[in-house]
């Protein structure tokens, strides 16, 4: 039996748009994606602000009843007590965060963050019913040396010893050396290494988990290219930076299905 991924269309906002700016911005994506008669059926779509905007989307998304989804770019390891500046499962999951994202290269490089690390956090999401998005990805210079599957496998082999089989997680390939470099990743570079990471799930999680498992890409993904890792069979989705923060483009990107060849 087939499995059927949904595509997820995610975008991670970093540290731009305020909770005023968050709202216009999430309000108009909304209009423009009803005005595409965009299918949330057919490719999911999620976006993930800043935590000081998380409340006001929330309000927006349930006031208005809006099929996107939204997650926060980080979560603590812990559930709650003296852990200053950190932001726990338990309150992102009662502001009805959907997902999370672990791991991101920008947390490993500026905050030292460790595999290990982040399959606790990967832990404390799905303990808090939240999905952990977890980026894996290799520099310039792990290229160079281990070639470009080595060193995601190996993050995501440690990650997944802190997970169960029945926990929904979401994986996103993460080059660091594509990420806000304009240089994407060939499509058949991120098909080989995605599949070298669903062969990782099915055999740290088994074939079940390795079948349902979203894996996405991500690192200058825009909407001229796409279409051309949505036509690979383990990417099941983007996870967008620079290009999610604008409107127009971002829109175009989750219409993937729309254009020639797909
Ligand atoms: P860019 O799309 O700007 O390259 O960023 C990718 C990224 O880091 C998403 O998490």
């Known amino acids: 039996m087939v499995t059927q991924r949904t595509p997820?269309?995610?975008?991670?906002?970093k540290m731009n748009l305020d909770h005023l700016q968050?709202?216009?911005?999430?309000?108009?994506?909304?209009?423009?994606?009803?005005?595409?008669?965009?299918?949330?059926?057919?490719?999911?779509?999620?976006v993930f602000p800043p935590f000081t905007d998380l409340r006001s989307v929330q309000t927006l998304i349930s006031g208005d009843k809006l099929e996107l989804r939204f997650g926060a770019q980080d979560l603590s390891q812990h559930e709650s007590g003296a852990y200053t500046g950190e932001v726990s499962g338990a309150f992102l999951s009662s502001l009805g965060s959907h997902y999370a994202i672990v791991g991101h290269s920008e947390?490993?490089?500026?905050?030292?963050?460790?595999?290990?690390?982040?399959?606790?956090?990967?832990?404390a999401a799905v303990k808090n019913n939240i999905v952990p998005v977890i980026c894996v990805g290799e520099t310039a210079e792990d290229l160079a040396e281990h070639g470009p599957s080595a060193v995601p496998a190996g993050q995501l082999r440690e990650i997944l010893t802190s997970l169960t089989p029945e926990a929904e997680i979401v994986v996103a390939y993460e080059p660091v050396w594509a990420i806000g470099s304009g240089q994407a990743a060939t499509p058949e570079q991120a098909e080989e290494v995605c599949g070298v990471l669903r062969e990782v799930i099915a055999e740290g999680l088994g074939d079940d988990a390795a079948a349902a498992t979203r894996i996405l890409y991500g690192g200058s993904v825009k909407s001229d290219n796409i279409a051309s890792f949505m036509r690979e069979t383990n990417i099941d989705g983007a996870l967008v930076g620079g290009a999610?923060?604008?409107?127009?483009?971002?829109?175009?990107?989750?219409?993937?299905?729309?254009?020639?060849?797909?």
Request: charged fraction near 25%.
């Open 107 to 123: 947390r490993r490089q500026y905050h030292g963050e460790t595999d290990a690390e982040i399959g606790a956090k990967a832990a």
């Open 8 to 13: 997820l269309i995610a975008g991670n906002w």
């Open 244 to 262: 999610s923060l604008q409107l127009e483009e971002f829109v175009r990107i989750v219409q993937f299905k729309k254009h020639v060849g797909v």
């Open 22 to 46: 968050a709202i216009a911005f999430v309000q108009k994506l909304s209009w423009s994606l009803t005005d595409v008669a965009h299918d949330f059926e057919q490719v999911e779509v999620a």
